[in-house]
């Protein structure tokens, strides 16, 4: 049997979002939402994890979480209780303790989660609630406490179904909660339907205080964690909490961020030490960046990996690999597949696609450069063109090390061009050019040197 297993809460309609995609595959910093309760109930320490999704939804869920945990189908609007209930058949009887959480609350932490199954499991609690103290009226259910000296907890309160209007500041639901399996399993059939027939998962903490059972809510010191997402505007507000938290942990770790407000870092994304982010910069995805960088400004580095020492200069990095001391910009695009290793120099004005620099080779100026494999310390003049599709199919270039590539030189795929040949200015290269020779004209020549 199982210490501790978790449930994610994820059927609801999620129609405050106005969207045609599920409420919970709304993004983050980067991440699904419903992918932060998965990764927070794996960093405490839980193996088996339900995810409780709709008809509606589940096909997109499953794609998103694949094998990754198990799965109850809800159907009907049976509220949160409903959705708990429709994953007894998978947990009844294989645990101690069950963590719930909605799959709409990407900020609770792992350690306000900690100190809830901590506090939980040494004072044999058969409810524990995770709370926050928000200041004005929110659409979160609200503990009720009594006045005792212990301040037990009554009940919870959905923000509907309160009276109380008032501004003060209050005691929220997290919707994160750690219940003994038992007497949940054997107490959620007490719950009755409220709002729109709904049953609410949080009427158990009144069943729980009327039966003199413990319950208790644990109030987190970080305010913002108890937030949820329910509509578009508490998305972009978590989002504006997360991104502040992300930054303020690279900085931390060592990164300087000369304007942090105009910086946006995903949450999965990695920055070496020392590392200067420069104002307007985007760092997406699975990014990450080596030690000793200067990153922007004005740069957006997409799913990319970055070396040590390297200079991205306003341009646009996108699924591609820059090895160390790589610099690049302003004004250059790297594309998928563009692989630039050590000491490769780029320029600006240059668009870079499925293409491999070998250490050393230098392109300083406009031009393109797709499906092609430049060799070590190889020159490319401005104006270079990989022309690399005919109409129908794309075609190879490749370029042997210590090649001069005069300017604006036409290479039209498939050709190669040897080591330590040459191609004159304005050179439009249709056949092969052997190694050391000197390739000139429309359409070249091959020349002896
Ligand atoms: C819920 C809590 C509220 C708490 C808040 C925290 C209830 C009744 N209220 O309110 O006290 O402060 O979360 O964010 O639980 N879901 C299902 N099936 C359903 C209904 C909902 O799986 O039938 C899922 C949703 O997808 C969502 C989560 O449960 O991930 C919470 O549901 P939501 O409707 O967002 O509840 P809140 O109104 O936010
Ligand atoms: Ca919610």
Not at 78 to 100: C, D, F, H, P
Not at 286 to 300: A, H, K, L, Q, W
Not at 340 to 360: D, M
Request: net charge negative; charged share 20%.
């Amino acid at each position: 049997m199982d210490e501790l297993v978790g449930i994610i809460l994820a059927a609801g309609e999620g129609v405050r979002m106005k969207s045609r995609v599920p409420k919970v595959l709304h993004r983050l910093c980067g991440k699904e939402l419903l992918k932060y309760p998965v990764e927070l109930f794996r960093n405490v320490g839980v193996h088996r994890i339900v995810v409780v999704v709709s008809r509606s939804n589940q096909n997109a869920v499953k794609g998103l979480l694949g094998d990754s945990v198990e799965y109850a189908v809800q159907s009907g609007k049976t509220g949160t209780a409903g959705a708990v209930e429709s994953a007894a058949s998978i947990l009844r009887g294989n645990s101690q303790n069950v963590l719930v959480i909605g799959g709409d609350s990407p900020l609770v932490s792992e350690d306000s989660l900690k100190n809830l199954i901590g506090a939980h499991i040494k004072d044999a609690r058969q409810m524990s609630i995770l709370s926050g103290m928000i200041h004005g009226s929110s659409g979160l259910g609200r503990i009720r406490r009594d006045q005792n000296p212990q301040q037990s907890v009554l009940g919870i309160v959905e923000a509907i179904d309160d009276s109380d209007r008032s501004d003060e500041s209050l005691e929220v639901n997290s919707g994160a909660y750690c219940f003994q399996s038992d007497w949940l399993w054997n107490n959620l059939n007490r719950v009755e339907p409220g709002n729109e027939s709904e049953r609410y998962l949080t009427s158990l903490a009144a069943i729980a205080a009327e039966q003199g059972v413990g319950v208790a809510a644990l109030t987190s010191s970080e305010p913002a964690e108890v937030l949820g997402v329910n509509n578009r505007v508490e998305l972009a507000n978590l989002e504006d909490i997360k991104r502040q938290r992300i930054r303020e942990h690279w900085m931390l770790e060592g990164v300087t961020i000369t304007d942090p407000a105009s910086v946006m870092i995903d949450t999965d994304v990695t920055i070496g030490q020392d590392t200067v982010v420069l104002p307007n910069t985007m760092l997406i995805g699975n990014t990450s960046i080596g030690s000793n960088c200067e990153i922007g400004p004005g740069s957006t580095l997409m799913d990319s990996t970055v070396g040590n020492e390297c200079r991205v200069t306003s341009s646009v990095i996108e699924n591609a690999i820059m090895e160390d001391g790589v610099d690049i910009g302003p004004f250059s695009h790297l594309r998928h597949g563009a692989y630039l290793e050590n000491n490769v120099h780029i320029g600006n004005y240059v668009e870079v696609k499925e293409t491999r620099f070998a250490a050393g080779a230098v392109m300083g100026h406009f031009g393109y450069i797709g499906d092609a494999a430049i060799g070590a310390r190889v020159n490319v003049g401005a104006g270079t063109v990989t022309c690399n599709y005919d109409g129908k199919e794309k075609h190879r270039t490749v370029v042997e090390e210590d090649v001069f590539v005069g300017c604006d030189t036409m290479l039209v795929a498939p050709v190669t061009i040897g080591a330590n040949a040459t191609t004159g200015a304005g050179a439009v290269v249709t056949k092969d050019v052997p190694s050391a020779r000197l390739a000139v004209g429309v359409p070249a020549k091959i020349i002896q040197r």
